[in-house]
């Protein structure tokens, strides 16, 4: 774990300015957001229109877009924690990134209604994350510097 911290730490202080951090909370709300989207759209849309289920349904979509959310997060969230230091930020954003994780692992053992509105509840709380993180580095900036 101590080597998974030091890569975060050497990525985040290489010419990690005030944009970067903007841009990977930005992409984090977007990416979040599109993951919302489709869980919605690949969830419940088969409901109304049984013919398309055959088309929609892709595990290996989920498993990718999980894993970049896992590992791209820290780089919005640790620079995010050391400028303003809320703690329930970081928890909040650990949250989503469990239940969007346990939606991935529930795919295929529970309808996708399930799996995907346990994905869906974590990618809220992580946009809600990735927004307040943004808006309290921001707020930071202008009160100190």
């Not at 080597?3 to 709300?29: A, H, P, Q």
């Not at 979509?61 to 620079?79: D, K, M, N, R, Y």
Request: with cysteine.
């Amino acid at each position: 774990m101590k080597y998974f911290s030091t890569i975060i730490d050497e990525v985040c202080n290489l010419r990690y300015t005030r944009i970067m951090k903007k841009v990977w909370d930005r992409l984090g709300i977007a990416f979040s957001s599109a993951c919302v989207v489709h869980c919605i759209l690949v969830a419940f849309l088969p409901i109304f229109f049984p013919a398309i289920s055959a088309y929609t349904h892709s595990t290996w979509v989920h498993v990718v877009v999980g894993f970049i959310i896992l590992f791209t997060s820290p780089l919005a969230f640790i620079p995010g924690y050391r400028k303003h230091g809320l703690t329930w930020i970081i928890g909040t954003a650990v949250s989503g990134l469990f239940f969007i994780l346990l939606g991935i692992m529930l795919e295929g053992r529970f309808s996708d209604q399930v799996s995907h509105g346990v994905s869906i509840f974590g990618s809220v709380l992580l946009v809600f994350a990735h927004a307040k993180n943004l808006q309290h580095s921001h707020r930071h900036q202008h009160q100190c510097c």
